[in-house]
C-alpha cells in the first residue's frame, strides 16, 4: 500500500511537471522557426529549423547589454533583500505576541496593495530625489526586504527560534548583528534559501520598475530588449520567441537546483 502510494505521487509529480515544462517546450521550438517566416498552423516542429532567430535576436537590440544590466542589477538585488529580511524577521521575533500579530497584519496589507496604485508616488519620489534613469530605483525595494512575503517568511522562520537561546547569546556579550550571523542564519537557512530564489526570480522578470526609470539604451536591462523586439512588429515574431528563451533559461536553471539546495540546506 506505501509503494502505490510513493508511485502515485510520483505520477502525479510528473504530470504536473509536465503541464508546467509544456510552454517552456512549445517556446523553444517557436524559437527555432527562420526569421522572418510564419508559422503554420498546426505545425509543432518547423520545416527548416535554426538558430538564426537567436542571432538576430542579439542583432536588432543590445540584448548582450540587457543581459549583463539585469545580471548586475540581480546580484546586488539578491544578497541586500536577503539580510534586510532576515533582519527584520528578527526583529519581529523579538515583538510581544500582540505586537507579532500587529506586524503579521501590516505585512499581508502590504503585500494585498496592487503594485499599480504606488507606481506615480514612487516615481514622483525618485524623480525628486533625482535618481530617476539609475538603477537606484530598482534595488530600493531590497532596502525593505524586496517583498513584504519575503519578510514574512524570514518572520516565520524566525519563530521557531526559542527567545531564551536569544536571550541567552545576549546575555554573554553578544551584539544583535552577532546574534544574527551565528544563531540565527544557521537555524533559518533553508528559508533564507527560499528568500533568495524567489527575489531572483522577482528582479529578473520584472519589467515595470526599468520602463518607468531607464531611459538611456546602455542601463536598460532584458525585459526592456525583449519590449523592443515586440514592437518590431510579427514578421520578427520568432526573434522574439528566442529572446524569451534567452530570459527563461536562467529562471529553468534556477528551478532546477533549488530542490537540491533546499535539501542541502534542511540536511546540514
Aim: charged share 10%; with cysteine.
Amino acid at each position: 500500500m506505501v509503494r502505490a502510494g510513493a508511485w502515485l505521487r510520483s505520477g502525479v509529480l510528473v504530470l504536473l511537471a509536465l503541464a508546467f515544462a509544456a510552454p517552456v517546450l512549445l517556446l523553444a521550438v517557436a524559437s527555432l522557426q527562420p526569421p522572418g517566416s510564419a508559422p503554420v498552423p498546426g505545425a509543432l516542429w518547423p520545416e527548416s529549423p535554426s538558430l538564426a532567430a537567436y542571432a538576430a535576436a542579439f542583432d536588432l537590440v543590445p540584448m548582450a547589454r540587457g543581459l549583463l544590466n539585469s545580471l548586475l542589477v540581480l546580484l546586488l538585488y539578491v544578497p541586500l533583500s536577503v539580510v534586510v529580511a532576515s533582519l527584520a524577521g528578527l526583529g519581529l521575533r523579538r515583538l510581544t505576541p500582540r505586537g507579532q500579530l500587529w506586524a503579521l497584519l501590516m505585512l499581508v496589507g502590504a503585500a494585498s496593495i496592487p503594485y499599480a496604485a504606488i507606481w506615480l508616488p514612487r516615481f514622483l519620489l525618485f524623480q525628486w530625489l533625482g535618481l530617476s534613469g539609475s538603477w537606484a530605483p530598482l534595488w530600493a525595494p531590497a532596502l525593505m526586504g524586496g517583498h513584504p512575503l519575503l519578510v514574512l517568511l524570514c518572520f516565520v522562520a524566525a519563530r521557531a527560534l526559542p527567545l531564551s537561546q536569544l536571550e541567552a547569546a545576549r546575555l554573554e556579550g553578544a551584539g544583535w548583528l552577532r546574534i544574527w550571523w551565528q544563531v540565527v542564519v544557521p537555524q533559518t537557512r533553508p528559508a533564507l534559501v527560499a528568500t533568495a530564489l524567489l527575489a531572483a526570480a522577482w528582479c529578473w522578470a520584472s519589467f515595470t520598475d526599468p520602463l518607468l526609470y531607464l531611459h538611456r539604451e546602455q542601463s536598460q536591462t532584458a525585459p526592456l530588449m525583449l519590449y523592443a523586439l515586440e514592437l518590431l512588429g510579427a514578421s520578427n515574431w520568432s526573434v522574439l520567441m528566442a529572446a524569451s528563451m534567452l530570459l527563461t533559461v536562467p529562471v529553468m536553471l534556477v528551478l532546477l537546483f533549488a530542490p537540491r539546495a533546499l535539501n542541502r540546506t534542511l540536511g546540514d
